[in-house]
């Protein structure tokens, strides 16, 4: 790995270390990990490209008020890649319009 990618992933820790977590965007969820206080674990994986008849968060939302009592932890697993390419062109269109 290069000089530069080792800077690149350092800057991108500390980016998404920073996060704040009480709002997460949807579209960047790829896999939502369920773990129940019987020991069971559910995958679940997210495609927020397909068009559905609900919206997601509220899929989520009435999925985890369902099961409420019998989850142990819940883990949103981000799509990192899409994410960074994301912020990374929005931020290169914002300096281009503020020059």
């Known amino acids: 790995m290069s000089d530069t990618s080792d800077n690149n992933s350092k800057v991108w820790d500390e980016i998404l270390d920073d996060v704040n977590y009480d709002f997460l965007p949807i579209e960047y969820v790829s896999t939502i990990i369920v773990r129940f206080l019987d020991g069971k674990t559910w995958e679940v994986a997210v495609d927020n490209r397909k068009r559905l ?16 009592d ?30």
Do not use: A, C, M, W
């Open 53 to 68: 008849t609900q919206d997601p968060g509220t899929v989520i939302h009435e999925f985890l008020e369902e099961y409420k």
């Open 70 to 99: 019998s989850i142990d932890t819940v883990d949103f697993r981000l799509d990192t890649e899409r994410l960074k390419k994301d912020i990374t062109r929005r931020t290169k269109r914002f300096l281009k319009l503020n020059k």
